[in-house]
């Protein structure tokens, strides 16, 4: 197979869910998935190895952190990412273009590129998309997005017209940058909640023509309702050959129902972090585990996940970690909720292979824990 | 096999190593050994399923912060602390008299006990030897540890003697006290430098009679080399036909150094903690990874070391973890460091077992790694 194939192994006969196979240089990415983040190259707490038992396939990476600390030069000098990291799965990096935009104290955009002061020590920096290219191949992800022009929700047409069209000509200058055949490049659709606008910029990245495409300008703060009814059009004039990357969404029932309406990828921090502060995903819904009823609970977790977490430890231990703010706390809610997602899209793979997604979303809907979400 | 029986597999024949299996309720224990500390029924950052990969065999655990919090009630109830951690290898208790001599606001010792403050809230307790056999007894360790009164190095004679005579009758109080017969009750020695003393604590001990004894009294700040002095003549009185065990010492070095004076078993935060501060041990000597100097270094953090974390990340990553203060940073070295020290004392079993232990110490003392000890 070719890099950057895309197969369609089935589509749903009742949605518009779709079972695929993504061909990169480090092997296939079975969708619908859900990529763990590992904002500075490392998923917080998680070896790569458990990574994988897990059943994790891609991991994505932020450039915008990785370029501040330790430098791509850094990362290159070691192999790339993956070798940096010891990650033998396949990884993704975003541009850092949503970094610059919503971390950086004062940005300055303008046609030719991004102006923009490091969170760190305020260095100055000025990235055009050929330079975010180069960045980006140094760190060697078997795919890698665009730098794109993010506005901020609310905002005015006016002002995301202006980014979708900035996008547009960035995308292009992008796909002329790139140096290496190994990775792919995937253009990222703006327009925000104005349907003619999105289109607008989905005709201009499918007439460069892309490998796959990013669904970005929602994590920037629209309702989740909006945000799933614009995406059905979206979905509707995006290639059907093509991966479609809806960045920023980890929210269980927001991704099922997303898988519904024809998108295959997703990634977020929700499940990561949630962990971190003690809240496990369940199918009771969401459960603090600071919660006073955990201290005497003997139970497991979750009575219905198969993860090690749930397997192994009673509630009691866990509020015990959390509360006493103990490293393997964090480390055990965060396998369990990464599990919880990624065994969450392994089923709707399955449901969608058997022709059965329907239901099996229907389902997820009248469920307890879709009730939390 | 008898619960408690040490069988002495082998002695070596130029120094006074052993070569030793403790029977305990939940499987052998292979001296001599190192134990990791989890002081909150953790192992800082590890999952047990890994510690048991790198080769621990036994987890010392605080009674002194598990009494505090959660409670040994809950622990008991979960089923002990090997239910409660979720490690199915065994579990030694120290009594919490250190901590409580150490940590605690205000001490006061009398023959009947000893009442403290608790370091959280700031709540009295008193716990006689019986009350604290009946703690330990809740959170149902293999081995734990007699409550003994610990005083400060330096100190009087006067002081010390007193110390002996009270710890002795404690620890005859606490062999009375018992109720569980699938864990064994270990004595301890006290008696700091003074070999009169030392060897006063030991006739009192064995009268009772032990199934294995604690060497105490020297993590208080007594210099290396005055513990291995008295270390000797300690060992020569002690009955030869049971586990002795050096409490709080895990530098290499001493480990080695006591192993051939007849020592078999050993337990310190030292890999731990150091390995949180960003500092691992290597066969150059220490490596404080925040040094600037691995920043672009691709190569292995040791490459004589055959534990996972060298085989799979470079320096650079490893730097790169330690100063953004990524938790996976402490883990794989913590890793790294038990790995260290547990193959270590693997090697010296190996050694013992061979009849060349002597050899073996020599080697490790002309080494540039012992420089560094």
Not at 91 to 116: E, P
Not at 158 to 179: G, N, P, Y
Request: charged fraction near 25%; glycine fraction near 8%.
């Amino acid at each position: 197979m070719r890099i950057g194939e895309f197969e369609l192994i089935t589509t749903d006969p009742d949605t518009a869910a779709r079972r695929g196979v993504l061909h990169t240089a480090h092997g296939e990415i079975h969708t619908p998935l859900f990529m763990p983040v590992g904002t500075r190259a490392t998923v917080k707490g998680m070896l790569p190895s458990r990574l994988r038992e897990l059943g994790a396939q891609t991991i994505l990476s932020n450039t915008y952190h990785l370029f501040l600390r330790p430098g791509t030069d850094i990362i290159e000098e070691a192999g790339g990412l993956r070798s940096f990291m010891g990650w033998d799965g396949t990884v993704l990096t975003d541009s850092g273009g949503f970094q610059v935009f919503s971390l950086a104290d004062t940005v300055k955009v303008t046609d030719d590129g991004v102006a923009f002061n490091s969170i760190l020590d305020g260095a100055k920096h000025f990235w055009t998309p050929e330079d975010n290219v180069a960045i980006q191949e140094q760190l060697g992800a078997d795919i890698f997005m665009q730098l794109d022009q993010c506005p901020p929700y609310p905002a005015e047409k006016e002002t995301v017209a202006t980014a979708v069209r900035r996008s547009a000509q960035w995308a292009r200058r992008c796909a002329d940058a790139r140096k290496r055949e190994d990775q792919l490049l995937f253009g990222i659709v703006q327009g925000g909640v104005f349907a003619d606008l999105r289109a607008e910029s989905i005709e201009r990245l499918v007439e460069v023509g892309f490998p796959g495409y990013g669904i970005g300008g929602y994590s920037v703060g629209e309702p989740h309702e909006m945000m799933l009814e614009s995406l059905e059009p979206v979905c509707g004039l995006l290639p059907s050959d093509q991966p479609r990357y809806l960045m920023g969404v980890g929210n269980p029932t927001t991704i099922l129902r997303a898988v519904a309406l024809g998108v295959d990828m997703f990634d977020c921090v929700l499940p990561t972090r949630t962990a971190r502060l003690g809240t496990a995903f369940s199918s009771e819904g969401r459960l603090n585990l600071r919660n006073a009823r955990f201290a005497r609970d003997t139970g497991p977790l979750d009575p219905e996940c198969a993860c090690p977490t749930c397997a192994t430890y009673p509630r009691s231990y866990l509020r015990h970690l959390v509360t006493t703010k103990e490293m393997l706390g964090a480390i055990l809610l965060t396998e369990h909720n990464l599990f919880y997602l990624l065994d969450l899209t392994r089923r709707a793979r399955e449901a969608i292979e058997e022709h059965r997604y329907a239901d099996f979303l229907a389902r997820w809907l009248n469920s307890p824990a879709a009730a939390d979400y």
